[in-house]
């Protein structure tokens, strides 16, 4: 009779049942941080043409756009408004060199008034002076464009990584698949997180009788997403837009 060690009786995907929740358990909080500081840093804030005229004399205008605002399909919540192009917009997004963006309503330019030359850029509006000391209206390809893509793609890793474990893997132990997948679209990752929370940091010894029903998942969004919207706009008012962007 050959004796087979428990450690080698073990099926290879019972060792997987063992490592994925413990992978998750770190790398999506993780992978979280990092988005949130990435997205964060690059959300548009609010400015005024002031600032512009500041930052394009001190030379820190990279790129920059005009726009009838921005074109936000709540697609997920990991994805980034775009901006809504427009020849005769009401404002002007730029980026700088750190990879910010601002934004600032600017009357929208008058083609008879234009200076003959860039010599007269000084004494035109913000168009023309765009135009003279940085080109043809153009964005993306600076820094701002390449730290939005990186925080697109840890929001994509994130959601992927989570909608796995999700799906595939065991059943949730305090509410059905459909409750977190209706809670987990909760802005800014926050049903992510609360999963993380319940189901891989503190997990009920047993499934929880009176587990949340895929409507209960629903009802959540709903109010928790109005009470996250809430708390934003309360936080802008009290920080600014400089802290909480948007």
Same mark, same amino acid.
């Given at each position: 009779?050959?004796?087979v060690s428990p450690s080698r009786s073990r099926p290879f995907g019972g060792r997987w049942r063992v490592?994925?929740?413990?992978?998750?358990?770190?790398?999506?909080?993780?992978?979280?941080?990092?988005?949130?500081?990435?997205a964060w840093w690059v959300e548009p804030r609010e400015s005024t043409e002031a600032q512009l005229d500041r930052d394009l004399t001190a030379g820190r205008v990279v790129t920059y756009q005009r726009a009838n605002g921005w074109a936000d399909d709540d697609a997920y919540w990991g994805s980034r408004p775009a901006l809504r192009p427009a020849e005769q917009g009401?404002?002007?997004?730029?980026?700088?060199?750190n990879g910010q963006t601002r934004y600032?309503?600017?009357q929208p330019p008058n083609p008879q008034s234009y200076p003959d030359g860039p010599d007269?850029?000084?004494q035109a509006g913000p168009d023309a002076r765009l135009a003279a000391v940085v080109g043809p209206w153009h964005g993306g390809g600076d820094a701002a464009?390449?730290?939005?893509?990186?925080?697109?793609? /840890? #929001? $994509? &890793?994130?959601?992927? =990584?989570?909608?796995?474990?999700?799906?595939?893997?065991?059943?949730?132990?305090?509410?059905?698949r459909w409750f977190w997948f209706w809670v987990g679209l909760l802005p800014f990752g926050a049903g992510v997180l609360a999963w993380t929370y319940r189901e891989l940091w503190r997990p009920p010894a047993a499934p929880v009788p009176d587990r949340g029903?895929?409507?209960?998942?629903v009802g959540w969004?709903? /109010? #928790? $997403? &109005?009470?996250?919207? =809430?708390?934003?706009?309360?936080?802008r008012i009290m920080f600014g837009t400089t802290v909480v962007p948007g």
């Open positions: 009779m050959v004796e490592v994925v929740p413990v992978a998750l358990r770190w790398g999506l909080p993780v992978l979280w941080v990092l988005w949130a500081a990435l009401w404002m002007i997004a730029w980026t700088l060199p600032a309503s600017v007269r850029s000084a464009h390449r730290i939005t893509t990186t925080a697109g793609l /840890l #929001a $994509g &890793v994130l959601l992927l =990584l989570w909608l796995g474990r999700l799906i595939g893997g065991a059943p949730p132990l305090t509410g059905t029903s895929g409507w209960r998942g969004l709903i /109010l #928790a $997403g &109005v009470g996250i919207g =809430l708390l934003v706009s309360v936080a």
